[in-house]
């Protein structure tokens, strides 16, 4: 979505996806795009992590969602990803209605 509001609202910035080269800061437009989008979503979800934690200390996040958790493994906080989980838990429940 931040990619796509980036092309759409702007007069000439490019249409980039997440897939290539992430680098700490972009040597060209679409670098500089593809580092600003998803290191700003680390750094906003880190952020937000920390603040909640700082009043829940045994706080478990999840992330769930059918995206790429490329991501993951650079925030520094105890979390559980699975893109599947939110399926996983429907089909769950579904399970558990059929045995009603």
């Known amino acids: ?10 007069d000439k910035l490019p249409k980039v996806n ?7 800061y972009g040597q060209t437009t679409e670098t500089a795009i593809r580092a600003g989008v998803i290191h ?10 920390t603040h909640l934690q700082q009043n829940y ?3 478990l996040v999840f992330l769930t ?6 991501f993951d493994s650079n925030l520094k906080s105890i979390i ?3 893109r599947f989980l939110v ?7 579904l399970n ?3 045995t009603l």
């Open 80 to 82: 559980f990803a699975d």
């Open 40 to 49: 700003g979503m680390e750094y906003e979800m880190s952020g937000y992590i």
């Open 1 to 10: 979505m931040r990619f796509k509001a980036l092309n759409i609202f702007t």
């Open 96 to 98: 558990y209605n059929d």
């Open 57 to 59: 200390p045994e706080l």
């Open 65 to 70: 969602g059918g995206d790429d958790f490329s």
């Open 87 to 93: 399926l996983k838990g429907l089909n769950r429940i």
């Open 18 to 24: 997440a897939k290539g080269e992430i680098p700490s």
